[in-house]
Nanobody, 120 residues
Framework: QVQLVESGGGLVQPGGSLRLSCAAS????????????MAWYRQPPGKERELVAA????????NYVDSVKGRFTISRDNAKKTVYLQMNSLKPEDTAVYFC?????????WGQGTQVTVSS
């Protein structure tokens, strides 16, 4: 059973930084994790979940929603079966529950989410 566990959320002032981590378990081999496309989504209060950043399995290509470009960086460590989201220059509108996602074909897994609150 694949599990994704997010960590690193919390309360931060505007302009601050946080680094989210998503640790995957349940894969038989580390290589299996490496074939999954990984992504971070977020769901602000009262709004729908949106894609924030994604990184592909093979080439490690990345893409970001326009609102976080230049501020957020997604990366992955396949040996550790972990994906990261470095968030800099945080704004109040970044406040949301952040979810980790792993996808490959018909397989789609979600973490339980971690709260990020940006407030002074």
């Amino acid at each position: 059973q694949v599990q994704l566990v997010e960590s690193g959320g919390g309360l931060v002032q505007p302009g601050g930084s946080l680094r989210l981590s998503c640790a995957a378990s349940g894969f038989v081999f580390a290589l299996t994790f490496s074939i999954y496309d990984m992504a971070w989504y977020r769901q602000p209060p009262g709004k729908e979940r949106e894609l924030v950043a994604a990184i592909t399995s093979a080439a490690g290509s990345t893409n970001y929603v326009d609102s976080v470009k230049g501020r957020f960086t997604i990366s992955r460590d396949n040996a550790k079966k972990t994906v990261y989201l470095q968030m800099n220059s945080l704004k109040p509108e970044d406040t949301a529950v952040y979810f980790c996602n792993a996808a490959r074909g018909n397989y789609n897994y979600w973490g339980q989410g971690t709260q990020v609150t940006v407030s002074s």
